[in-house]
């Protein structure tokens, strides 16, 4: 396992992280999977879990937490905040009113009495800059966070809430969590240039691209994994952007099989070889699955290998745009369009 300084923060962590949204009801993985997963990926030198409130509606926080009693101060925690948790219209948001209630509710779930990275979700375009920085400094110093970060913002956000933390003397995001594979690559053009200027660690989520680049999806298969099930319309083969990444894939396997390497290892290796990434994030739902994705722990692409990945699918280009989840909301409502 190799390690890396999380941005600024000085903490080390591994360059593959555990995330634990497949924990519970949403990947179907019991309590004593979930733990079988924590210990063998702390045995393989993992150091770092990320879950989220949201994840199975709070049970993956408790799997977690279970799975790492006794042994928390072994493991560098971090969980996220901002994404619906019910109902009613304030629980959820990057609010002071809901993160302070939200982060004792994970604290309660995890079973610790602080997360060394508490993470915003989602931008969340109805509350200032001002407002959550002012709510997560004043969790950090009451020593219920350690930091704080953003996930899948756009950059003009980050660069936003940078300029606010300075402007308003709070303290600042010190980490980004955005999609990257290397059939997503979009961040390289804005986002990834932006971390590196200002310093952020990044924490690449879906480095295998909802099991396109698992292996389990060739030309010629039928398409059985759990992601198709649950988003049926991403694996759609009617569908250009899917028949793309099919023909990505096909080839993208070659180059795998020439430089002796799984598919796995490809798409993980790629991932952590861009200078401004400091970890990818797996998410095992089986043992099996876990062991297939540490095989990448020490994989190192040659640039040959990097130049043949260019390519296939070019340097800043996303072969679903769609889904990048940082869409401005001015171009998702109509109504705000041309306002």
Known sequence: MQYRTLGRTGVQVSTLVLG?????????????????????????????????DMYSQGESEQMVGTAIAGRRDDIVLATKAGMPMGDERNQRGSSRRWLVTELDNSLRRLGVDHVDLYQIHRWDPTTSDEETLSALTDLQRAGKIRYFGSSTFPAYRIVQAEWAAREHHLSRYVTEQPSYSILQRGIEAHVLPVTEQYGLGVLAWSPLASGWLSGAIRAGREITTSRSTLLPARFDLSVPANQARLDAVERLATVADEAGLTLIQLALGFVTAHPAVTSAIIGPRTIDHLHAQLAAADTVLPADVLDAIDAIVAPGVDLAADEKFDTPPALLDPARRRR
């Open 20 to 52: 634990a949204m497949n924990f519970g009801k949403l990947g179907h993985t019991s309590q004593r999977e979930a733990t079988a997963i924590v210990d063998a990926a702390l045995e393989a030198g993992i150091n770092l879990i990320d879950t989220a």
